[in-house]
């Protein structure tokens, strides 16, 4: 920047989509909390919207579901935890699976207007949910659907078939200081 305001406006695109797909990916934070920002302006306008999470377990209690519910969310946490604390991995990778079947099943029905897919890129990385299935899955989405996809190492699929992609960079973060995620900020 060298100080001074713009004074033109940039030129707006006379296409319009009909839908979109963002990605959100990167080391930084903010990933998920830039999807919930999207939720609340799809509720704004009255937009049908769904969230499926795939790492998250339906025993964690975070904010963001606690106040999606409450506004008319339709709120699935398909995950069973962190990986390091799995019991059972099959049965981590099982319930990953399922959920990405319940995702494609909500997209594919065309009945919401958003669908979050909060850290999908995870399942992927680790081969318990193809690639090629989320692509082709976000590419022949009903026309009304839009997709929010978030999570670390987005591949270059996803990247590439993004509407808008954004990757979030770390430049630092309080655990790296020995502070642990505080409720109402990271969950």
Known sequence: MNGVPPRDAPER??????SLFILNTGDGKGKSTAAFGMVLRALARNWRVAVVQFVKSGEWRTGEEAMCRKLG?????????FTWDSENIDETQAIARAGWEHARSTIGAGEHELVVLDEVTYPIAWGWITLEDVVRTIRERPPIVNVVATGRDAPSDLVELADTATEMVNLHHAFDAGIGARRGIDY
Request: net charge negative.
């Open 13 to 18: 695109s006379p296409r319009h989509a009909t």
């Open 73 to 81: 969310v339709d709120w699935w946490s398909t995950g069973d935890g």
